[in-house]
C-alpha cells in the first residue's frame, strides 16, 4: 500500500491532479488543424478548452461532499471511469459541437481526482508540510504540461489529433488500477451530515462565511485564470502571430511550464522560513511583474514570440509559487470538511478561467495584445487583493 511521507504517495496524487493539465495540454498544438478538420472557427475550437473547464466546475460540486460522506477511494474510481469512456467519446468526435459535449463530460470525469489529491493531503498533512506537500505535486505534476505539448504534438504529425485522445484513455486506466490496488482510504472521520443538494450548498455557505477562505481562493483563481489565458490563447498567438508550427509552439510552451516548476521548487525550499503567507507574497509579486512585462513587450512591437514566452515564464512562477499555497491555506481551517472546501476552490478556480478563456476567445485574431491585457490584469488583481487583506489573513 502507498504510505503518507513516501515519493510513492506523492507521485501518485501528483499524476491524478495532473490529468486536468494532460487533458489540454496535450491537444494544444493541434487545435488549429482540428478547427480545419471539424470545419470549425477558432472561437469555435477553443469553446473546446472552455467547456471543459466549465465541466471541471460543475463536476467539483459533487465530489468533495460526497466523499466526504462515504470515503474518497470509491468516488475517485468513479471519476477516473468517467474521463476514461469521455476521453474514447472525444477520439470519435465528427463534429465541434460533438467534441465540445465529450470534453465537457471529460472535464466530470477529471475533476474527481483533482479534488480528492488536495483533499487526501488535508486528511494526511498540517500546517506549512501540507503546503510544502502541494508543491512537491504540483512539481511533479508540472512535467506533465512539460512533456504533453511536445508528446501531442508528435502523435498528432504522425497519427493525427485523434490519436492523442487514446493515449489519455491508456494514462487513466493505468491511474485507475494503481488507485483500486495500492491507494488506501485515507478520510479519518466520515460527514454525519444527510448528502442533499441542499446540505452540499449549505456546507459551501459555511465556508464563505470565513474571510480568509474568501481571500486565499481569489488569490488561486487570479493565478490559474492568467495561466489558463495563456493555454486557451497561446497556440493562436505563438502559431498564428508568431508563425510557430506545431512542434517550435509545444517546445515554447514548455518555457511557461519551467517557469512553474521553479516556482514550486522554490516554495519548497522557502516554505519553512516564510510560512505559507510569505511564499503568496512572493507569488504574486512574480505574477504582476510577468504579466506587466509581457504587455510591455508586445505592445511595443517587440517581434520575436520570446516577447510572449519569456514574461509568461515570469508569471508562471508565481503561480508554482501562489497556487499550492493558497490551496493549503484556504483548507486549513475545515479538517472536517476538507473535500467540501477542495471542491468549492476548485469550482471558483476553473469557472473564472473558463469564463476568462471565453471572453479572450471573441478577441483573439490577428494581434496578440489581448493575451497580454488578459494576463497583466490577473497578476495585478492578485498583487492588490493580497496587499489589501493581510488583516483578514492574520485573523
Known amino acids: 500500500m502507498l504510505k503518507p511521507d513516501t515519493l510513492a504517495l506523492t507521485v501518485t496524487l501528483a499524476l491524478?491532479?495532473?490529468?486536468?493539465p494532460l487533458s489540454t495540454d496535450m491537444y494544444l498544438p493541434s487545435l488549429p488543424t482540428i478547427a480545419g478538420t471539424l470545419g470549425a472557427s477558432t472561437a469555435g475550437v477553443q469553446l473546446t478548452l472552455s467547456s471543459f473547464l466549465l465541466g471541471f466546475a460543475v463536476g467539483q460540486f459533487f465530489y468533495g461532499p460526497v466523499a466526504d460522506k462515504i470515503g474518497r477511494k470509491p468516488v475517485l474510481l468513479f471519476g477516473l471511469g468517467l474521463y476514461v469512456l469521455a476521453s474514447f467519446l472525444c477520439a470519435s468526435a465528427q463534429t465541434i459541437e460533438t467534441l465540445t459535449l465529450a470534453r465537457f463530460a471529460q472535464a466530470l470525469g477529471a475533476s474527481g481526482p483533482i479534488v480528492l489529491a488536495r483533499a487526501i493531503v488535508r486528511d494526511l498533512y498540517e500546517g506549512p508540510r501540507a503546503g510544502r506537500e502541494l508543491s512537491r505535486m504540483a512539481m511533479i505534476m508540472g512535467v506533465v504540461p512539460a512533456v504533453a505539448p511536445v508528446l501531442?504534438?508528435?502523435?498528432?504529425?504522425?497519427?493525427?489529433?485523434?490519436?492523442i485522445f487514446f493515449v489519455m484513455v491508456t494514462a487513466s486506466l493505468i491511474l485507475a488500477a494503481?488507485?483500486?490496488?495500492?491507494?488506501?482510504?485515507?478520510?479519518?472521520?466520515?460527514?454525519?451530515a444527510p448528502l442533499s443538494f441542499g446540505s452540499i450548498l449549505r456546507g459551501f455557505a459555511v465556508l464563505l462565511r470565513h474571510r480568509g477562505y474568501r481571500v486565499y481562493v481569489m488569490l488561486s483563481m487570479l493565478g490559474y485564470g492568467g495561466l489558463f489565458a495563456f493555454i486557451s490563447g497561446s497556440s493562436f498567438v505563438l502559431q498564428g502571430v508568431y508563425g510557430l508550427n506545431e512542434l517550435t509552439f509545444a517546445f515554447s510552451f514548455a518555457f511557461m511550464v519551467l517557469g512553474f516548476i521553479s516556482g514550486t521548487t522554490?516554495?519548497?525550499r522557502v516554505v519553512g522560513r516564510r510560512g505559507l503567507d510569505g511564499t503568496i507574497q512572493l507569488g504574486v509579486v512574480f505574477l504582476a511583474a510577468g504579466g506587466l512585462l509581457m504587455l510591455a513587450c508586445v505592445g511595443l512591437g517587440v517581434p520575436s514570440s520570446l516577447a510572449v514566452t519569456l514574461p509568461m515564464t515570469v508569471y508562471a512562477v508565481g503561480v508554482g509559487l501562489t497556487m499550492p499555497q493558497s490551496m493549503a491555506?484556504?483548507?486549513?481551517?475545515?479538517?472536517?470538511?476538507a473535500g467540501a472546501a477542495s471542491s468549492l476552490l476548485g469550482i471558483c478556480q476553473m469557472t473564472f478561467a473558463a469564463l476568462l478563456g471565453i471572453g479572450l476567445g471573441q478577441f483573439l485574431g490577428d494581434s496578440a495584445l489581448p493575451l497580454p491585457i488578459t494576463i497583466s490584469g490577473t497578476g495585478v488583481l492578485a498583487l492588490v487583493i493580497f496587499t489589501m487583506t493581510g488583516k483578514v489573513r492574520q485573523g
Open 152 to 163: 501531442g504534438g508528435l502523435i498528432a504529425v504522425f497519427v493525427g489529433w485523434r490519436g
Open 329 to 337: 491555506s484556504a483548507m486549513m481551517p475545515f479538517p472536517d470538511r
Open 16 to 20: 491524478l491532479t495532473a490529468l486536468g
Open 178 to 192: 494503481v488507485v483500486a490496488l495500492r491507494l488506501p482510504e485515507t478520510i479519518r472521520l466520515k460527514s454525519p
Open 266 to 268: 522554490l516554495a519548497q
